[in-house]
């Protein structure tokens, strides 16, 4: 029987039908078109209403793209069994998501660790989502995220598998940006490009954006040099317009090119989302819908025998009827205690001093309540980060006489600030960023950018103040 994936995107969706493997075995792809505009979920159900209705597809494994499911890679130290499933629920815990989360093995070697990929996506998104694949009679077995698919298919190019390179995979309007050092993934982005590809613009996007992740390898301080950029999903002639850009940062370019049997009618680089998702081997991979539907098992226990459903509402209505008759003796009994006791209720001179102290007990409950407020609002307050002028000044005497610090942002309920550091100088970003470190006024420093416009260098920073306790300057 053959395997199905369904890769939905915004602007169409894809479909391939093989055997999956390692390698798979793609032997037909399809692309849906997506009629006019308004929420993506209920075009991916027409589209895909339509489309069953003339193809038996079986089983399908799902792929949602990044705005409904997120996907974030991670390195750990090598492990297995329940060490292993440990350490990848802290890493999961640690990506500070409510939402339903799963994890997939990429790769593990005792040398190198574990490349882990976890994906997350919106409880109620997957249930919409499943609710018009039941509707429809789609059967849906598997949900996965984008980056998983591209992070198996390089995994299993032998080929690439001692490169330290850049891979760009285009989707529509973005690009997913992948970093491997000898082999080994360290770094990726998703980046949304603006320009309409094989144009001038296109090509200074492209450049910019390599560049950025150049700067960022800086800071590893490794010593294997980056040396191939390999792209996806992209015509030669529209990215041709990047090469000049790319050879003047001493890099070599060229299409990303895959070794497994394709035979469908179209260039099998186009369709790695696909590719990955059919890649299967003994390592775990990613399964939101096992996620969704555990949490879900109201509506799939299994059903109880004709026998026992009879017998139990039989018995439980025996014992109701016992215990009504005893009641009703009771009722009897009792009825005219309680009408005792409500003729005391209601005598005028109870009624008066039942409300007052109830007013009295209300009055004490609030004040104590405001007291508790106040008192918790100057504890809280007391470790709120505050951004001051000698903090500024310790911040811009970091970068010296040639450099400015621009601040663009300070996030009082999480101590988030965000500014630049502008020069008309290169700046040696590792240790630009260790000396705010050494300031000792974050809890951490994140480098989230480099820019070079209007003959100034500029660097993107993110960081958090300490809070009062933990013993950071207000």
């Known amino acids: ?80 069994g329940k060490e292993l499933v440990q350490m990848a629920e802290k890493v999961m815990e640690e990506a500070g998501s409510n939402a339903l989360a799963d994890y997939g093995v990429i790769s593990a070697n005792r040398k190198q660790g574990i490349t882990l990929c976890c994906g997350s996506a919106e409880e109620a998104d997957i249930s919409k989502i499943m609710g018009f694949c039941q509707e429809i009679g789609l059967d849906v077995k598997e949900i996965s995220v984008y980056v998983e698919s591209y992070l198996r298919v390089i995994a299993h190019q032998k080929a690439l598998s001692q490169k330290t390179a850049i891979y760009l995979i285009f989707e529509e309007n973005s690009v997913t940006s992948l970093l491997y050092r000898n082999g080994v993934y360290l770094y990726s982005t998703k980046s949304r490009i603006f320009s309409e590809h094989g144009t001038l613009d296109f090509g200074t996007e492209i450049v910019r954006h ?56 179209e260039r099998a680089e186009d369709w790695l989302a696909c590719i990955g998702a059919l890649t299967k081997e003994k390592l775990k991979e990613i399964n939101l819908y096992r996620s969704w539907s555990e949490n879900n098992e109201t509506g799939m226990v299994k059903s109880k025998s004709m026998v026992k459903q009879m017998l139990y509402p039989a018995a439980v209505l025996g014992i109701c009827a016992v215990i009504y008759a005893g009641v009703m003796v009771w009722n009897m009994a009792e009825s005219h205690k309680v009408s005792e006791i409500e003729d005391w209720i209601n005598d005028p001179q109870v009624q008066e001093d039942y409300s007052q102290a109830q007013a009295k007990q209300k009055q004490s409950s609030q004040l104590s309540f405001d007291l508790n407020q ?80 209007d003959n100034e260098y500029s660097l993107m920073l993110t960081c958090v103040l300490k809070a009062a306790e933990t013993g950071g300057d207000q």
């Open 374 to 453: 106040v008192n918790q609002m100057k504890e809280n307050l007391a470790t709120y980060p505050d951004l001051t002028e000698d903090m500024i000044a310790k911040i811009e005497d970091v970068g010296g006489n040639d450099m400015s610090v621009r601040i663009e942002s300070l996030d009082m309920g999480t101590g988030t600030l965000t500014f630049h550091a502008v020069s008309y100088k290169v700046i040696d970003i590792p240790t630009y960023i260790q000396k705010l470190d050494d300031t000792g006024l974050f809890e951490s420093v994140n480098y989230s950018g480099y820019n070079f416009e």
């Open 210 to 265: 390599i560049s950025g992740i150049l700067q960022f390898y800086t800071t590893t301080n490794s010593e294997t040099p980056i040396t191939d950029v390999y792209y996806a999903a992209c015509d030669p002639d529209d990215f041709e317009v990047s090469m000049e850009g790319i050879h003047a940062m001493q890099l070599e370019a060229q299409p990303l090119k895959i070794d497994l049997s394709f035979h469908a009618a």
């Open 1 to 80: 029987m053959s395997d199905t994936v369904i890769v939905v995107q915004d602007e169409c969706i894809l479909v391939a039908v093989g055997k999956a493997g390692r390698p798979p075995k793609v032997q037909k792809v399809e692309r849906i078109p997506l009629n006019g505009f308004g929420d993506p979920i209920e075009l991916w159900k027409e589209a895909l209403t339509e489309y069953t209705k003339t193809h038996d597809l079986g089983p399908v494994k799902l792929v949602l793209p990044s705005a409904y499911a997120s996907g974030r890679v991670t390195q750990i130290p090598y492990a297995t």
